[in-house]
């Protein structure tokens, strides 16, 4: 880079015709420059970096409200399957109890319930508590 001094002598030197090339190059340099799209309002807008942040800030808050509705979604949802498994854990321990209980009439006598003894199952019987938590889970 020349310095300040240097090229008012430069200049100075110059014939008028190298003088009006340069200014016309320097014109063109110049709107080279600073030229814009009708699109662009980054040099005309004394407000645009303003507008231009708040837009961004807006831009941001949207975002973060989205983030926060799929994070409360994805802990609903965290929170149904530890539900889930827990009634599928009760179930599993539910039904080895059944089968260990479960007695089998060898004349098939008829339909009997081997836990409540009747032919129909009450509302405390192990079976009809079994079907509830059935019921319980197919509704997660």
């Known amino acids: 880079m020349i310095s300040d001094k240097e090229m008012r002598k430069r200049i100075a030197d110059m ?3 190298e003088l009006l090339k340069a200014s016309e190059t320097f014109e063109a340099l110049f709107d080279l420059v600073h030229q814009h799209d009708d699109n662009s309002i ?22 973060a409200d989205e983030n926060r509705m799929l994070s409360e979604r994805i ?7 530890k539900s ?6 009760r179930l599993k321990e539910d039904a080895e109890r059944l089968a260990d209980g479960m ?8 339909d009997f319930c081997s836990y409540c003894g009747g032919m129909e199952h009450v ?4 079976i009809t508590l079994h079907r509830a938590l059935m019921k319980e889970l197919a509704e997660c």
């Open 75 to 81: 802990q609903r949802l965290v929170e149904g399957v």
């Open 42 to 63: 980054e040099n005309t807008n004394p407000d645009y970096y303003k507008q231009e942040l708040a837009r961004r800030d807006e831009e941001r808050n949207a975002l």
């Open 15 to 17: 014939s008028p015709e």
């Open 123 to 126: 509302d405390d019987c192990p």
């Open 103 to 110: 007695i089998i009439s060898p004349e098939n006598e008829g």
């Open 84 to 89: 889930r498994d827990e009634i599928i854990a």
